[in-house]
């Protein structure tokens, strides 16, 4: 039987893919800039960025922030996030995660956005460790076992 992962080891997870994006997003926002005023000889000046530039890197940052969730839970299940800390995300029915579990799932992170993070808290409290998000998208999170390593007889002590 699959052992449901904790609302710790998600935000853990959760926490970790944030830096990640955060990461990916600033990368998006600096580069383009950077080269824009280095090509127009502005570089070090403190003129903003034309309006329309400054709106193509923000809509481009959203488009990734929501791809990169949707996409891993997709394509595995799991974010970087989630591997790191060792959980999964499946279908309550035993399907692999869709396109349409995933953006579901999406969903109903913003609708936890919409309430300052307070529905993410429902995880704490559910008997499956099931958000709102899981119950909408019809999916759980589970801890995957830990591999254990093989200790030759040189670490064993001997």
């Known amino acids: 039987m699959a052992e449901y992962a904790g609302f710790w080891m998600r935000l853990g997870a959760y926490l970790i893919d944030g830096i990640i994006l955060a990461i990916i997003n600033y990368a998006i926002y600096f580069i383009p800039g950077f080269v824009y005023f280095a090509i127009t000889g502005e570089l ?13 890197i923000l809509v481009l940052c959203l488009i990734i922030s929501i791809a990169y969730p949707v996409c891993f839970w997709r394509w595995r299940g799991q974010t970087p996030g989630k591997m790191a800390v060792g959980i999964k995300l499946i279908r309550t029915n035993d399907s692999p995660v869709g396109w349409g579990a995933a953006a579901m799932r999406f969903l109903g992170y913003i609708i936890c956005w919409v309430t ?3 529905l993410f808290l429902w995880i704490a409290f559910d008997s499956r460790k099931r958000g709102i998000h899981d119950r909408i998208a019809g999916t759980c999170v589970i801890k995957l076992p830990r591999k254990k390593a093989l200790l030759t007889e040189a670490y064993e002590g001997n």
């Open 44 to 56: 070090g000046s403190n003129k903003p960025v034309p309006g329309a530039f400054a709106v193509v």
């Open 116 to 118: 300052f993070g307070l």
